[in-house]
């Protein structure tokens, strides 16, 4: 049974200002998420991808098609389909939680709503405050506290209620790099130690890549692609590189690999806690192979790792939306 | 706290059981929180009421006791204000006050952050409306014990006006908050009806006698047509003939105004409850259950 299933999940709005007009949000969308996996959806802003989630947790009436959570249909079972979610919207950058309270007691409303025990509730909500360093602010109200700060609150209600099926909509967005780092370490771990399901969308395509088994790629309200991260990459093969790992983030790095004969350019940083991870567009991968690791040497960087690189998500996520040749022109 | 006790944490369940009740409690008791959160708001509104009972009893004063009992309301004008000060409150909190909440819980995002929990929404946003009426009682009493207290007003306090008075109170507070589901229902959707309800409202306050007789409207037939059309006429009219006059509900009048409270409430309650759910159904058909 799929943790997460569409059959055929339809739905248009009304153009703004115009009542024949119609916008095409999501258009005739089937896939399934295994129960326990972690799935992304990714796709450029408008491609339907917060319509989606939002009908996946009863929020939007689908026109067309089923939409089954945790074995309960959208349309018919909504009350087992709300308790079987955890649900973060953090494009909104912390605006969904109620200002005038302070965080616990915005989490304590949740618990009330969510039918959780009080007992269990209170446990939960401050091991919640300390995972997310919220316990010494826990009783001021949120109307003072930071972008960052609220997004961990509304990243603790998702928690809050240990739902099997999370429903993520750009949840790092707000965070700085090192929350963003902790929340993604968090999200894999309740995905593989709790086995829950994680569907989840991101405009960050490393995100995606690093994050997710199975990413479903959508344009213009269709899946245009979904598959396994490396499947999508092999689907491109255009792109000739080398991933290079070094230890910490040295700037002096870039200089020395950006000079490397038959290096191109510098395509992606990805810095991580203790290393960081350099993508590199070059003529030909056998060449940068042997010179790289001489040229870093002499430059005094430590490397960890050096690899050939298939395409990034990015470029096929370009190339299956259309984005390569939008930009182009 | 490390990521393994903080799963260990999580893991540790009891069974879930839905408790309307308990469910209500949590959206009653949160918004009480946010309004104590409003200090110098709370303050400033009490202060204004209580400003507004001292400004009537000099515009007592000034009225002619002769004129105000020819109208038969007896020869004390505060007494008379006194009473449509005290429930303009409840009017008010009763029209706009769910609508106005809920267009702030769109606006903000935190509708849906409550529409994807396995409560009623009926139960939310009925929930939403307990904050007035705790505001408006609170008022209601500062009044009563001011008008009372500091100026001497006397009411008929025999449990005969008074249970007429409390079951008149009741009705008035059905059919209005019938009208404020429509209202919310309505704004949900549309997202702009605000300065409408605000008018509904005035227009309620003025037409329906806060402040005068409405006998003094007998030169206006329009307006006196119109003035009946609301049910806060009625439950003034009502409360003010047990509460000066010491009618209870064996006088014809007061009877009348029941059972035409009664009627409104009968035929507004299920409507108010059908727009509010066609609102919500609406809002979440076009997807506009958040604006920001």
Redo the contacts between chains.
Sequence with gaps: MYAVETIGLA?Q??KEGSKSARII?VDHVSFGVKEGEFFGLLGPNGAGKT?LI?IL?????PDEGTAKVAGYDVMKEP?GV??S?G?L?GE?GG???????SAR?NL??????????SD?AK??ID??L??FELTKDADR?VKDFSTGMKVRVMLA?T?LP?APVLLMDEPTVGLDALGAIETR??LR??CK??GKTIVFTTHNIVEAERLCERIAVMDKGKIVAIDTPLRLSEMTKRFRGVEVKIAGLQEEALKVLTKVEGVKRVRSVQPEEDHTVIQLEVVNEDDALARIPESLRKGGVRLIGIQVALPTLEEVFMSLTGGDKREAS | MKQAELIEILTEDKPRVKLPLRQFYGVVWSSVKMMFAYKSWMIMDLLSTFASVVMYYFVGLQVNPLSLSQTGWGTNYLAFALIGVATSNYLWSCLVRLSHSIQHEIRGGTLETVAVTPVDMLTFFIGQTVRGYLVSLILLVGIFVVGTGGMGVEFQMMPGPLIAALILFILMLISNQALGLIAAGVIMVYKRGDPIAFLVASMNEFLAGVLYPLEMLGAFPLLQAISMMFPYTYALDGMRRALILGASLADANVLTDVLVLFGFSAVLAPIGFAVLNWGYRTIRANGSTSSY
């Design positions: 739905k709005f009304e949000a319509t939002k947790c009863t929020l939007i009436i009350d709300k308790e979610i649900w919207h909104t605006r969904a939680l109620y200002w005038r309270l007691d304590m409303f949740y618990a009330y709503l969510q039918n959780i025990p269990i446990k939960r091991a919640l300390d995972f109200l209600r928690f240990n370490n968090l771990s309740v130690d709790l």
